[in-house]
């Protein structure tokens, strides 16, 4: 899956001031990341995938497809917490065109490693596409640790992982032992640059919706060897990064995008749009961008 290499954008999803999705502004955003991303990730937690019906989600996942002018690869995002149901939703949902899942460790019920084991052992062997696992503890309320991840990379439908858990020396056990073949991708985007010097395939990221040549230059930088460049862009992130989750994601990061005319502020509850003082600092801080 080498064309799952690089930075993959975890695409918002545009709203109007009614909270209904804003195609128009949708379509705005693919061709605005389009210039430096190497693939879409539709409906992970950047995506509000919590707070939209199975309807707007493959109606989103349509639209993408639609509009995806230049043939980036696309990731859906299906996981959950009830195995049975993420079955199911597999099952019933149309993935041509799509080339790969990107499935969250079950969160709230707190499994044991056994039961994360278990449970994407059950999506490897149902799924039709491969799986991306997602390690994101800070929402899951649990951690798959760097030796549930290695087990798991052994199984034939399981190709990489997202880590998010923002534990450098986890990311480094996963790096050392995993197979020749298996995708070690960054869920923080200021730990981009760390994870692709130690083997890592790149990011999966939210800033990369308003600054996708940034990332393209991190990726860049790497590849041609040099250093001081990628170092630089992502540096240029240190100080914008934080706002983005101050109030939840992606509040931050659709108020930047606002500001850059590609899609209007607005969320749905439990969350709310950018208050004035996080719009303020936001505003700020994007003009040294």
């Given at each position: 899956?080498?064309?799952?290499?690089?930075?993959?954008?975890?695409?918002?999803?545009?709203?109007?001031?009614?909270?209904?999705?804003?195609?128009?502004?949708?379509?705005?955003?693919?061709?605005?990341?389009?210039?430096?991303?190497?693939?879409?990730?539709?409906?992970?937690?950047?995506?509000?995938?919590?707070?939209?019906?199975?309807?707007?989600?493959?109606?989103?996942?349509?639209?993408?497809?639609?509009?995806?002018?230049?043939?980036?690869?696309?990731?859906?995002?299906?996981?959950?917490?009830?195995?049975?149901?993420?079955?199911?939703?597999i099952k019933s949902t149309d993935l041509g065109g799509v080339d790969a899942?990107?499935?969250?460790?079950?969160?709230?019920?707190?499994?044991?490693?056994?039961?994360?084991?278990?449970?994407?052992?059950?999506?490897?062997?149902?799924?039709?596409?491969?799986?991306?696992?997602?390690?994101?503890?800070?929402?899951?309320?649990?951690?798959?640790?760097?030796?549930?991840?290695?087990?798991?990379?052994?199984?034939?439908?399981?190709?990489?992982?997202?880590?998010?858990?923002?534990?450098?020396?986890?990311?480094?056990?996963?790096?050392?032992?995993?197979?020749?073949?298996?995708?070690?991708?960054?869920?923080?985007?200021?730990?981009?640059?760390?994870?692709?010097?130690?083997?890592?395939?790149?990011?999966?990221?939210?800033?990369?919706?308003?600054?996708?040549?940034?990332?393209?230059?991190?990726?860049?930088?790497?590849?041609?060897?040099?250093?001081?460049?990628?170092?630089?862009?992502?540096?240029?992130?240190?100080?914008?990064?934080?706002?983005?989750?101050?109030?939840?994601?992606?509040?931050?990061?659709?108020?930047?995008?606002?500001?850059?005319?590609?899609?209007?502020?607005?969320?749905?509850?439990?969350?709310?749009?950018?208050?004035?003082?996080?719009q303020k600092k936001i505003s700020q801080l994007s003009a040294r961008l």
């Amino acid at each position: 899956m080498k064309k799952l290499a690089g930075t993959g954008v975890a695409l918002v999803t545009p709203m109007n001031s009614q909270g209904e999705i804003d195609f128009a502004s949708l379509k705005k955003l693919l061709a605005h990341t389009a210039k430096g991303v190497d693939y879409y990730v539709v409906m992970g937690t950047t995506g509000e995938s919590a707070t939209l019906s199975k309807e707007e989600k493959k109606s989103v996942l349509a639209f993408v497809k639609e509009n995806n002018k230049k043939k980036l690869p696309i990731v859906y995002g299906i996981g959950g917490n009830y195995t049975q149901s993420v079955l199911e939703e597999i099952k019933s949902t149309d993935l041509g065109g799509v080339d790969a899942l990107l499935s969250v460790s079950p969160y709230y019920n707190k499994p044991s490693q056994e039961g994360i084991y278990l449970h994407f052992k059950e999506i490897a062997s149902t799924s039709p596409l491969p799986i991306i696992l997602y390690n994101v503890p800070g929402r899951t309320a649990s951690n798959l640790t760097a030796e549930t991840t290695l087990r798991l990379s052994g199984l034939k439908n399981i190709i990489g992982i997202k880590e998010a858990s923002g534990n450098l020396e986890q990311c480094m056990k996963i790096a050392r032992e995993m197979p020749k073949d298996f995708l070690l991708i960054s869920g923080d985007d200021l730990l981009t640059l760390p994870i692709y010097t130690m083997g890592g395939a790149g990011v999966i990221s939210v800033l990369a919706n308003a600054l996708p040549i940034t990332f393209q230059k991190i990726k860049n930088g790497v590849q041609n060897g040099k250093l001081a460049q990628a170092q630089a862009a992502q540096f240029s992130l240190l100080d914008i990064n934080a706002p983005m989750y101050e109030e939840g994601n992606p509040v931050g990061v659709k108020f930047l995008l606002s500001l850059m005319g590609v899609c209007e502020p607005f969320v749905r509850l439990p969350l709310i749009k950018a208050s004035n003082s996080l719009q303020k600092k936001i505003s700020q801080l994007s003009a040294r961008l």
